[in-house]
């Protein structure tokens, strides 16, 4: 960006523009190996800032970049093509509470387990609670359809967005929504935003969905034995609603066994585990759920007890905690996304094993179990030949099994290349329409999303 852009930028909008080394190096990486560097970072003050900067981005044809908490792992939230990173940490208003509604209005910067907290009071709690809920933001959620292990049973991010407001890549500021429960106007325009990655418009307020927070919920861990397929025990444990489970995960023996060594763990067995969420209105959830449960595992080959977390956040939050520990413990590594049919998760561990014992590494596999969302983890360095190898035979795994290159991460610039195989070329064509309608100069998140 040339000095000239740089003042004219200054002049523009109303918030802080910084050209400084440090904030610019801050956002110059996501959790991801991809690097970019912004020539600027803004903080808008507000909605018309937003509009003023996307008018001046594409009087000087300079990227812009949304940022939330840059927690993204395929480089989504990096300025791989420079510009500005138009920083959102910030904006962390939390609006009433409508509780008749069961809606909240939220700034995008709200980091999600600080909106747990604020919920709680009002017996109610946003669902999706993916592994970076204390550091990862609801507009970088929505941006990238966002999932946790409760979104086994309550859906993914898109479910809860009711309304947004947006600026497109046009400039122009508008409302997708009305925020009903329901609607049938037409397609759903908000989905501009969820999923997108900063693509096609950058949110600038969301009215979130709320669920009813259960009079109880607990976690409770499982010690699986080693040959256990895991299949059939999804399956098992998916097709009994009866359970009240809101979620099913699972970490083998490997990410168990680091896990284990976390100050506090207290998880049972030294193999793999699967572990749930059960949520209950009776006043002892350890009743009659955890019977029926206890006996549908005996079923299911597994004769070890479950143990019970009365704290099911603390589980999530420890669960949460597999990326970071790997990293301490391989290094860089691919670590990946795939989803595919439960009936297909036992042939999809098998053949992971095979591509990491090719690439002569370990491998480290963490999942949302009860939708099929594999997080295989193999410890070789992404940026070389072999890591490149390794993660394009799991995405071509996951097509060949029906399945998809990512669950819930997104794509970034790291799986471009993977979307036309897995949408198909019409479907790109109207993608690519889109983007021309609300970003006609493409400035916003380039290098994203389409090859
Ligand atoms: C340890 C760890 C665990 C994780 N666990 C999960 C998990 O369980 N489930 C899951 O789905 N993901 C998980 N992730 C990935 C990541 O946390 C999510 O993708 C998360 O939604 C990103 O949020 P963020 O605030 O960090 O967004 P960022 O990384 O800042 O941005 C992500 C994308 O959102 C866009 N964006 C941000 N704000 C806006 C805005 N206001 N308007 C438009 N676009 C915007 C950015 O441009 C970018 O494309 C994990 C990551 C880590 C490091």
Known sequence: ?????????????????????????????????????????????????????????????????????????????????????VDFSRWTSIGRVDAERRTVEVGPGVVNYALTGALAPHGLFFPPNPGSWRSSTIGGNVATNASGPRSYRYGPVRRWVHAAEVVLGTGERTWLGPATAKRAVGPELLDLVVGSEGTLAIATSVVLGLAVRPARRCGVVVAVPREAPLGPLATGLTSRPSLRLSAIEYVD???????????????????????????????????????????????????????????????????????????????????????????????????????????????????????????????????????????????????????????????????????????????VRVLRGWKALCDPDGVLNPGKLLP
């Open 1 to 85: 960006m040339d000095e000239e852009a740089l003042a004219d930028l200054r002049r523009s909008v109303s918030g802080e523009v910084t050209s400084e080394e440090h904030p610019r190096r801050a956002s110059s990486r996501d959790a991801s190996a991809v690097v970019g560097l912004a020539d600027a970072v803004v903080r808008p003050a507000d909605a018309d800032d937003v509009v003023a900067l996307v008018r001046w981005a594409r009087a000087h044809r300079v990227p812009l970049t949304a940022r939330g908490g840059g927690t993204s792992l395929d480089g989504e939230s990096v300025p791989v093509q420079g510009g500005v990173v």
């Open 253 to 427: 023996e490997r990410v168990g066994a680091a896990l284990r060594a976390r100050p506090d763990a207290r998880l049972p067995g030294d193999g793999p585990l699967v572990l749930l969420e059960v949520e209950s209105e009776g006043v002892e959830p350890e009743g009659e759920a955890l019977t029926e449960l206890d006996s549908v595992l005996r079923t299911l080959g597994i004769s070890e007890s479950p143990s019970v977390v009365p704290d099911a956040d603390r589980l999530w939050s420890l669960r949460g905690e597999a990326g970071a520990v790997l990293d301490g413990l391989t290094g860089p590594r691919v670590r990946e996304d795939i989803a595919v049919p439960l009936a297909a998760v036992d042939a999809a561990v098998r053949e992971l094993e095979e591509i990491a014992v090719r690439a002569g590494a370990a491998l480290y596999v963490y999942a949302h179990l009860g939708q099929g969302n594999l997080h295989p983890n193999v410890a070789v360095d992404p940026a070389s030949d072999p890591g490149a190898r390794v993660r394009s035979e799991i995405l071509e795994l996951a097509r060949r099994l029906g399945g998809t290159v990512s669950g819930e991460h997104g794509v970034g610039s790291v799986k471009r290349s993977y979307v036309p195989a897995e949408l198909g070329d019409p479907a």
